[in-house]
């Protein structure tokens, strides 16, 4: 069974660009999760999406950042315009059910310019 | 905010020694996780406890839940290269599997 696939791996870009981080969840999985890990602090939650809807979107930092689940598959977050605050891993999470255990991807490295 | 603060933040030890890292807070969590992390990896989970006073072992790796389910501690047995990693705690305070996360102990085993 794959796992939690994180696209692209590394992404490097200016300050003011946009970029959009795709993850794809373990298959059959409803909840998926954003976090993400600044250099030097905790990771961090972002939200959580059961399917298509999201359920916690309390820990987006700011409108700069959209995150979507059409069709309840894959999730992808947009950043726009990114900033050099927003430079860090990104890391993307699926679970079967609400309560049941997170199965990360290996992340995304954004670095900002 | 739940915090979990997470000691030593590194610890480098000789193969074969013993070992204990530690997960603190001031919050109650109605679960703590424990992940391992490796280099340009994402976090691997290796344990949940739930219960005050819970104690699971994984091999050579114990873990121990406090009695109020405010910290938690990691005991690694006989340390291998292997072992080598970020230990990332993690706790679900409420039951919205919102997961806080410690900064990690970074250990490095020396053959």
């Known amino acids: 069974e794959a796992g939690v696939t994180q696209f692209p791996s590394h992404s490097v870009i200016e300050k003011g660009q946009t970029v959009t981080l795709r993850c794809d969840p373990i298959s059959g999985h409803d909840n998926l999760y954003w976090y993400r890990r600044v250099m030097g602090k905790e990771i961090k939650f972002l939200l959580h999406f059961v399917k298509e809807s999201k359920q916690d979107e309390s820990g987006m930092p700011n409108n700069r950042f959209l995150a979507e689940r059409t069709g309840g598959t894959y999730s992808t977050l947009k950043v726009q315009p990114a900033e050099l605050e927003d430079s860090g891993v990104y890391f993307c999470a699926s679970s079967q059910t609400t309560s049941g255990t997170q199965y990360f991807g290996p992340g995304t490295r954004l670095l900002v310019l | 905010t739940q915090l979990l603060e997470q000691s030593p933040q590194f610890l480098s030890i000789q193969e074969g020694e013993n070992l204990t890292v530690y997960c603190n807070s001031s919050s109650v969590f109605s679960s703590l996780q424990w992940y391992r992390q490796e280099p340009g990896e994402g976090p691997v989970l290796l344990v949940t406890?739930?219960?005050?006073?819970e104690v699971k072992k994984l091999k050579r790796l114990t873990f121990q839940f406090g009695d109020a389910r405010k910290d938690s501690s990691l005991h690694i047995t006989a340390a291998q290269p292997g072992d080598t990693g970020l230990y990332l705690c993690a706790g679900d305070g409420n039951g919205n599997n919102r997961l806080a996360f410690g900064k990690g102990n970074q250990v490095v085993v020396i053959p």
């Open positions: 406890v739930v219960t005050g006073g």
